[in-house]
């Protein structure tokens, strides 16, 4: 399921480790504790990255931090931990953290100092999610504002105009005049998807009614609705609607 990338020990008190993984993963984070160690695992999808969210090169990480207990035992917020995990989705701050640490450009020691402080914000960040309980940042409560809602339903409007060759995150979002990280935020929160899950199922929504329609080759409406080949089309349709194009076709 996963390739592992070494454990490294960051200082005395702090290791961590990445894993690249093989399949879909949520954007959850989970914190908890035992008798010695604070223990977070984060698992991180570049579907939420702000590159191009379209293409078929997915890439799925899980990282894990462990935390000597001992160097944390005087707060407040660590001793209260449950040895329940504490799970949460990926909040801004956390994504963006996550993002940081798989893609940073630094090496040897600065990388080790670089992680160390963001494995540390990352905890905070977890912390301060269960304690103030903010499942939607603060900074989302834009949602609240009729102009800025309008705005999230016409990416969607733009998205299914050019299901074939959407415009990426960031031309999608000055398209319609919107921060990146508030057009992804407030289209998982209206339509409770991402927008590459989006995409993704309108494209085989419109592949199914050509299937059934047209004459047109699964080859054909491959290419029709976006994808790169056929292959990576037929995967998508199966994984989505749990049968194949050929069955749509047959039937």
Known sequence: MFRNKNTVSLDKSINYHIQILTSHVENKMWLHKDLDKIHLKIQYSTDIDCQDLYNDDKKYYELNFNYDFENFQNYN?????????????????????????????????????????????????????????????????FLEKPYEKE?????????????????????????????????????????????????QEQRIAKATHLLRQTKHSISEISDLVGFSNPSNFTNSFKAITGILPSQVRNN
């Open 77 to 141: 917020e660590i001793r209260l931990l449950s040895t329940t995990a504490i799970e949460k989705e990926l909040c801004c701050n956390s994504r963006l953290i996550s993002y940081e640490v798989i893609n940073t450009k630094h090496e040897g020691i600065l990388k080790n100092i670089f992680i160390l402080s963001k494995s540390l914000e990352l905890l905070l960040c977890v912390l301060k999610c269960e304690t103030v309980i903010i499942d939607k940042c603060n900074t989302c409560k």
């Open 151 to 199: 705005k999230i339903y016409k990416a969607k409007e733009i998205l299914l105009q050019n299901l074939n060759n959407p415009p990426i995150i960031p031309d999608l979002a000055k398209l319609v005049g919107i921060n990146q990280c508030y057009l992804k935020k407030g289209f998982k929160d209206i339509f409770d998807t991402t927008i590459f899950a989006f995409v």
